[in-house]
């Protein structure tokens, strides 16, 4: 069985930043894209980054130039640098994998428990 364990949220002040790891657990074989979204109160989830297993990254246009996403493919591990954090980027973020091969079994789309992140003013 796999699971994807985030961490890393928490309280910080405007400006300030915070690193979420996310793990995806289990007799892994491969990942295509591993990436983070996020729901504010009130809204729709969205995207904020994702990276192939090529390396290739895109990112929401809010959080261009101040979020960076990365991966260790040993450790089967995403990473959401976020720097220069503002108010509006509170919400829950959730980290998300598509196709992902294990023991012979493929899933296409796995979310995590989500964690949240709290900006204040």
């Known amino acids: 069985q796999v699971q994807l364990v985030e961490s890393g949220g928490g309280l910080v002040q405007a400006g300030g930043s915070l690193s979420l790891p996310c793990a995806a657990s289990g007799s892994i074989f491969s990942i295509n894209v591993m990436g983070w979204y996020r729901q504010a109160p009130g809204k729709q989830r969205e995207l904020v980054a994702t990276?192939?297993?090529?390396?290739?990254?895109n990112y929401a246009d809010s959080v261009k130039g101040r979020f960076t996403i990365s991966r260790d493919n040993a450790k089967n591990t995403v990473y959401l640098q976020m720097n220069s954090l503002k108010p509006e980027d509170t919400a829950v973020y959730y980290c998300n994998v598509k196709g992902l091969r294990y023991d012979g079994w493929f899933i296409s789309d796995k979310w995590g428990q989500g964690t949240q992140v709290t900006v204040s003013s």
């Open positions: 990276i192939n297993d090529g390396g290739r990254t």
